[in-house]
């Protein structure tokens, strides 16, 4: 049966009888995944309401790559009861809460609110699956949206959801109309739709480039696209129509469409091409512009390159703001820095034409490198004027395409991409050379890095590994057979977690299960990336652990055991903090059958019934055959420290002495679903320590987890051994006045959010103790295993990262951001780094005896929170003492004690050297040498 054969037929356009749930569920998921084995440029996706579609997935259950955020997780821990509890039919589809009610839509160009995100506003669903929702809600309205592909080199694909707008200003009357087409579409599209709306002859329009009102570029009709335009979101274009016949005689064009000269009513804001810096104000020019760049080769140089200086000694450059083209703050804060990068700086004002890479595949051909040098050069050149960096941003999008929208993004993820995207297009290296790496095999240190950094060099090399690579040692432990491996790694930065990034305060309690003292929680401070034999280690010393005793950890969730936490080396970070986490101390030794006893409580106030309570007890049974009298003792033994002191001078109820125990053929299946529960009922007898608990009538019950009923069986059953055996301990009023069960209620949570202390400014943290929690041995997490090559598998090895040799310029990331499945926070935690003199020496382990003292230029600042925060940057201008604040386009004068703030985010230093050393060093990385 195909899946069309499977939707019920339609009678008068009205569909049948609702299809079940899980047949929905079966016809989405198989054309989703058939719509993932067909992509293409062109395929519509429909934007559908995210709070509509969770409520579809709950009805039918979560479809194969269509998890809503508002669906609890496919691997969450109690994802599977979901669809259980809601299973309501929903309504028509509804986009309404994410459509916005613009004046110039359409019904096949609906507009959306903006900054609207994927997964929690809205989903994509392929065009099939809308049409199948459709023709069972009915609804919408729909709001289509076509694949584009993007990036360089090897496509990406991704659904553009929000269209270029663009408004159009008509020379005739100053009117303004909004047109929406996708930024893929050609030039002449444009003119296509624009004289459509407007009423003008094709031949006798011309639009141009009008960024910020002033014309920038006349827009030729064409196959570029909008995007190789670098026309941004909400920006303007003119339209202008001449009434000559012929478009050429308004545009300077020949009979083939080629522009000859063109004629602007006003001056372009700017005569300088791509590569070309501005003319100074003091007569000498930043250099001279390309002649052309066409696809595969650059065709001139830059000049005049040896008054390069004057940029520093005429009117002051270097000033200049960025504009700010829609959520780019970004953006601006990271080229400031980049901008204010001495070396940089020092790079492209000079002639670097012939070191742009244009056969490199990991590059953009040259053309983010260009368009970088030249915005470099706009802003060194005198003045304060503004700058749009449109044309940059068009470049940068290509080469890392989750740039190219206009949403927030980390200052930080930027500067890698950009960094690296500047190597590739200005790596020395034509062809990569294939080299295969060697493991160290007990080799001297500095033998392994030397070949290390040798064999990154032949495929790498290029200014920004010149001045902004450094190399670490990673040293990896198998933790099972003991293999060390030690490989040395380049970086271009250090991301540094804050301390309390690096630990994380845990609520433990730990019951005595032989009964010698009551439940206590106990808080810790553990590694955050670390395993549970941490926890365990750490706990144990809180609780002072005797040395034949072992704690078994496990997670408590709706009064019963969800899972054991026996593996040492299991990733703390999979014990979310609103868990409960337990620890049972027991004996060490051979492992035994594992008892758990649950507590219930007949409920009159819903009929009786029998409801579960407090936290389980867990203990080990001696594998012996008389377990009647093993089982009773144990409850006993571990309910003793909960009894009231007053409570032993009662009498007991006469009732029967003894224990029943089940059939050892049932015994079997306590753990199957299928058993059936088996009744035991304990009463009073003297026990081993003389203490009467005869008072107390509990009744055990063998359980399974699917049924709580229990039906009292025959004596003499026997229970055969087994790895666990489950019982219910049904309390009546008579045990609650024997034994105080609070203290088995209220168990406190990993980490209680509600109980913190109020916010003050906190202590400063030193700089230099984020580099040591960095340099701190760790496991590495599951999801990070490493193949260990004795043991031939992936082991959850430990790794300690020593830093071995540093860079000229010495980038430091804050990680004041965390992200997860769950949830997402950011650290405002005041960072205390030194401005001058920032002394790494004892930190470098290749002991080449030279010093490693760094001077502060540059800051990114992140201000605000996750969703609405705010990027600057502090950055001192070269061979100046003084430093200013970059915010857009706003810049100003700042003190030194100014600058440091909790909003520091990315830190940017330059090491201070003689200027032989200098000269020694850049002489030793221009042959390709290694630098020690």
């Not at 040798?454 to 003991?482: E, F």
């Not at 205390?832 to 030279?850: C, Q, R, W």
Request: hydrophobic share 30%.
């Amino acid at each position: 049966m195909t899946i069309a054969d499977s939707v019920f037929p339609m009678d008068n356009g009205e569909s049948c009888l609702p299809l079940p749930p899980e047949e929905e569920n079966r016809i989405v998921s198989d054309l989703i995944k058939e719509s993932e084995l067909n992509l293409k440029e062109g395929n519509l996706y429909y934007v559908v309401s995210n709070r509509w579609f969770s409520k579809w997935q709950m009805y039918v259950g979560p479809c194969v790559g269509m998890l809503s955020t508002d669906m609890p997780s496919s691997d969450g821990q109690h994802a599977n009861t979901v669809h259980s509890q809601i299973a309501d039919r929903p309504g028509p589809i509804d986009n309404s809460d994410i459509i916005s009610n613009g004046d110039n839509c359409d019904d096949n160009n609906v507009d959306i609110h903006r900054m609207l995100e994927e997964g929690t506003d809205y989903v994509l669903v392929p065009q099939k699956v809308w049409e199948r929702l459709l023709e069972w809600y009915k609804g919408g309205p729909a709001i289509p949206r076509k694949l584009i592909s993007q990036g360089n080199g090897q496509k990406q694909y991704g659904v553009e959801v929000y269209p270029l707008s663009l408004k159009v200003t008509d020379g005739r009357d100053n009117s303004e109309t909004i047109v929406k087409l996708s930024k893929k579409a050609t030039i002449s599209e444009l003119y296509e739709l624009v004289c459509k709306i407007k009423g003008v002859e094709q031949n006798k329009a011309c639009i141009w480039d009008y960024f910020n009102l002033k014309r920038d570029s006349l827009l030729v009709a064409s196959d570029k696209t909008l995007e190789e335009e670098n026309l941004m979101m909400d920006q303007n274009i003119l339209l202008e129509a001449s009434l000559d016949r012929d478009r050429s005689s308004h545009s300077g064009m020949d009979s083939m469409g080629n522009v000859l000269a063109l004629v602007p009513l006003e001056p372009p804001r700017s005569s300088v091409s791509i590569a070309g810096g501005p003319t100074m104000s003091n007569g000498y020019s930043a250099g001279s512009s390309f002649t052309s760049y066409q696809g595969s080769s650059v065709s001139s140089s830059l000049t005049n390159m040896d008054d390069k200086y004057d940029v520093y000694r005429g009117e002051r450059g270097g000033l200049a703001g960025l504009q700010n083209l829609g959520n780019t703050c970004f953006m601006n804060s990271a080229i400031q820095c980049l901008v204010h990068t001495p070396p940089l700086v020092e790079y492209f004002l000079q002639d670097y034409t012939e070191e742009i890479n244009m056969d490199n595949p990991l590059g953009l051909r040259g053309e983010l490198a260009l368009a970088f040098g030249d915005l470099l050069r706009k802003l060194w050149s005198s003045g304060r004027t503004a700058i749009a960096p449109r044309t940059f941003k068009g470049k940068l999008g290509r080469f890392a395409p989750q740039f190219s929208g206009y949403n927030q993004h980390d200052s930080q993820e930027l500067l890698a991409f950009l960094l690296d995207g500047l190597h590739e297009d200005l790596n020395r290296v034509k062809q990569k050379p294939y080299i295969e790496m060697k493991d160290s095999d007990g080799r001297p240190d500095e033998e392994v890095a030397y070949e290390c950094w040798k064999n990154h060099m032949a495929r790498n090399d290029s200014l920004i590994v010149d001045v902004c690579q450094g190399q670490y040692k990673s040293t990896l432990v198998c933790p099972v057979c003991g293999k060390i491996s030690i490989t040395f790694d380049p970086f271009m930065y250090l991301s540094l977690p804050l301390p309390s990034t690096v630990t994380r305060t845990m609520t433990v309690t730990v019951f005595y299960c032989d009964g010698t003292g009551l439940p206590m929680p106990y808080t810790v401070t553990v590694l955050k990336h670390g395993c549970c034999r941490d926890l365990c280690q750490t706990l144990g010393t809180a609780c002072c652990l005797k040395s034949d005793e072992m704690l078994l950890l496990a997670e408590v969730y709706d009064h019963k055991i969800y899972r054991y936490l026996e593996n040492p080396l299991e990733s703390l970070t999979s014990i979310k903090d609103d868990e409960h986490i337990v620890a049972y101390r027991l004996k060490s030794g051979a492992r035994k059958t594992k008892l758990e006893i649950m507590h219930r409580f007949m409920d009159n106030m819903k009929g009786g019934d029998r409801k579960l309570f407090g936290t389980p007890l867990v203990t080990y049974l001696v594998e012996d055959p008389q377990y009647g009298a093993n089982i009773e003792t144990c409850v006993h033994k571990m309910l003793a420290p909960l009894r009231r002191a007053y409570s032993s001078t009662k009498s007991h109820d006469g009732k029967e002495n003894g224990f029943i125990s089940a059939d050892s053929d049932e015994q079997s299946n306590i753990c199957n679903t299928h058993s059936e529960p088996r009744s035991l009922t304990m009463g009073s007898r003297e026990q081993d320590e003389g203490t009467s608990c005869g008072e107390s009538s509990f009744q055990l019950v063998l359980t399974n987890e699917s049924c709580l009923s229990c039906e009292p069986i025959e004596k003499d059953s026997f229970i055969k051994p087994s790895q666990l055996i489950r019982v219910f301990l049904d309390w009546t009023d008579k045990e609650y006045e024997l034994y105080d069960a609070s203290y088995l209620r209220d168990l406190p949570e990993v980490h209680k959010t509600g109980f913190t202390v109020k916010k003050t400014r906190q202590e400063a943290i030193s700089l230099f103790s984020c580099l040591e929690a960095f340099l701190t041995e760790e496991p590495l997490g599951p999801d990070d295993m490493w193949y260990c090559p004795r043991c031939k598998e992936h082991r959850q090895a430990t790794k300690k990262l020593d830093l071995w040799k540093l860079p000229d310029i010495l980038v430091f990331h804050l990680k004041r951001f965390s992200y997860s499945r769950y949830q997402k926070n950011k650290l405002d935690t005041f960072v205390n780094f030194p401005i001058h003199d920032l002394d790494l020496t004892k930190y470098v382990k290749s002991k080449d005896g030279e010093s490693y003292v760094y001077d502060l230029y540059a800051i990114s600042n992140h201000y605000g929170g996750l969703g609405g925060g705010h990027y600057t940057a502090y950055a001192k201008l070269i061979d100046d003492n003084k430093w200013y604040h970059f915010d857009d386009s706003h810049v100003s004068p700042v003190t030194e004690a100014e600058i440091k703030s909790s909003a520091a985010y990315v830190l940017f230093y330059q090491r201070v050297r003689s200027k032989s050393q200098k000269e020694g060093e850049l002489s030793q990385v221009h042959t390709g040498s290694y630098r020690q």
